[in-house]
């Protein structure tokens, strides 16, 4: 049961978090990409190049989760599928998605794709900052611990 990650536009300090996780763990790590990009070289740490389009790492995640798996995304479409599926969803921010929360999340992210479309300027989110880097190592350290816990 692999970690996948969303790996394009996962922050590069979310991925270091993510490497350190899988050499001390052991624990397989799958980062999937439309463009090629560094990976340590360890067995247990592959990147898996799709090719480009529109949600073609997305559709490439989802042929290959399974309940129980952990994926790092902050795509709200896809944590919502993956959760679906039995899944795990972690924001690079270190927000755990949950079926309690998921509908809101999908509800606001298509509000604001509305308000975008009208033309209304919403910016986007603050750069990833410590607090962010520290809460997403937490989160992934007690999803590990849990799995290390009940492995089923």
């Known amino acids: 049961m692999p970690i996948w990650v969303d790996a394009d536009a996962c922050p590069r300090p979310v991925k270091d978090i993510l ?3 899988a050499e001390r763990t052991g624990e397989q790590l799958v980062l999937v990409a439309n463009h090629a990009m560094a ?15 529109f949600d073609v790492a997305d559709a490439e995640i989802m042929s290959r989760v399974a309940a129980g798996d952990l994926v790092v995304t902050a795509d709200i479409p896809l ?7 039995g899944g795990s969803a972690l924001n690079p921010r270190g927000e755990l998605y949950s079926a309690d929360t998921i509908r ?21 989110p603050p750069p990833l900052g410590p607090a962010d880097r520290q809460a997403f190592a937490n989160q992934l350290d007690s999803w590990l611990a849990r799995r290390k816990r009940d492995p089923a």
């Open 79 to 85: 944590a919502a599928d993956v959760i679906a599926r």
């Open 39 to 53: 990976v340590p070289r360890r067995p247990n740490i592959r990147l898996l190049q799709v090719r480009g389009g």
């Open 104 to 124: 809101s999340l999908l509800n606001m992210r298509d509000f604001m794709d509305t308000m975008r479309a009208s033309g209304v300027q919403t910016g986007g």
């Open 19 to 21: 490497f350190r996780a």
